[in-house]
């Protein structure tokens, strides 16, 4: 695996391809970004993986200068996965003069669910996402369906802007009891990872319940945060929604099931398709 952190290194290392298969990423990789890198390797001419914490997206009050930074074990888990070419811009490479230009998303897209709670994330998200598809000559981006509202702000503003990259969504990958697979599981404590399966398990019961005919939707979401909220979470939201969209769900379309809750300092987010 080749590892360049210059625009013109980048450049000069993607001569020799036609077709850039591109993960974009924070790094603190786990076996959910290794999926997308592998799941990327055969849907093109050259694997390229980006590292790079996007200042953009995180609020003042997030994790930016907290969030993990674990490089050395990154480049060795992306090298067996089967990554040709890391990207892992400094700040100063990626936003050389201050950001001027942004991305701003609909905002029946980007300030419903997560962008309700952290306004402007998505803004953030859409435009280092719009500068890494550039920089990379992505043809294709793989992209995990954890961030499920982020998946679909990014398939929308390929499609608005003609940008000629296929956007492919990968499953969530989940520890054996339940818990998608997140960077921010590290900041559990042993108890509150013991307890974090519960956010899954309530999505789960409200898919089932969908699944076995119900459709009364707002009871079932009210039922999800008071079980959630009875187990000592604090619950930002849980909403069905149309997949299509993330518009007001209808009983017989496609839904998904979101969520995003607090244990402790840890804010983790899941969804269910259905
Ligand atoms: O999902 C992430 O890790 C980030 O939001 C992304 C897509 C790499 C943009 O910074």
Redesign the pocket.
């Known amino acids: 695996m080749r590892i360049v952190n210059s625009l013109s290194a980048l450049a000069e290392a993607l001569q020799a391809y036609r077709h850039p298969s591109v993960v974009?990423?924070?790094g603190n990789l786990h076996e959910g970004h290794l999926d997308l890198v592998r799941k990327a390797k055969p849907l093109g001419d050259v694997q390229l993986t980006t590292i790079?914490v996007?200042r953009l997206?995180f609020g003042p009050n997030e994790d930016f200068d907290s969030y993990p930074r674990t490089f050395e074990a990154d480049c060795a888990q992306l090298e067996a996965a089967g990554c040709d070419l890391l990207f892992a811009p400094t700040e100063a490479t990626l936003y050389p003069e201050p950001q001027g230009f942004k991305v701003t998303p609909p905002a029946e897209l980007a300030d419903v669910l997560e962008g309700q709670f952290r306004p402007g994330f998505f803004a953030g998200?859409c435009t280092?996402?719009l500068k890494l598809l550039a920089c990379t000559q992505a043809r294709t981006a793989v992209?995990g369906k954890k961030?499920y509202q982020?998946l679909m702000v990014i398939r929308h503003m390929v499609r608005q802007f003609n940008l000629p990259v296929d956007i492919v969504g990968v499953d969530t990958r989940r520890a054996s009891d339940g818990l998608a697979m997140s960077s921010r599981n590290g900041y559990l404590s042993e108890a509150e990872r013991s307890q974090a399966p519960q956010l899954h398990a309530a999505l789960q019961q409200v898919a089932q319940a969908v699944r076995a005919g119900g459709t009364d939707f707002e009871a079932l979401q009210a039922k999800a945060l008071n079980t959630l909220s009875a187990q000592g979470w604090q619950a930002d939201y849980v909403a069905l929604r149309r997949q299509a969209d993330l518009g007001p769900p209808q009983a017989g379309q496609a839904l998904v099931v979101l969520a995003a809750a607090r244990l402790g300092r840890t804010r983790l987010i899941d969804n269910l398709e259905m």
Do not use: G
Request: hydrophobic fraction near 50%; aromatic fraction near 16%.
């Open positions: 974009p990423t924070m790079f996007n997206q998200v280092v996402v992209f961030d982020q």
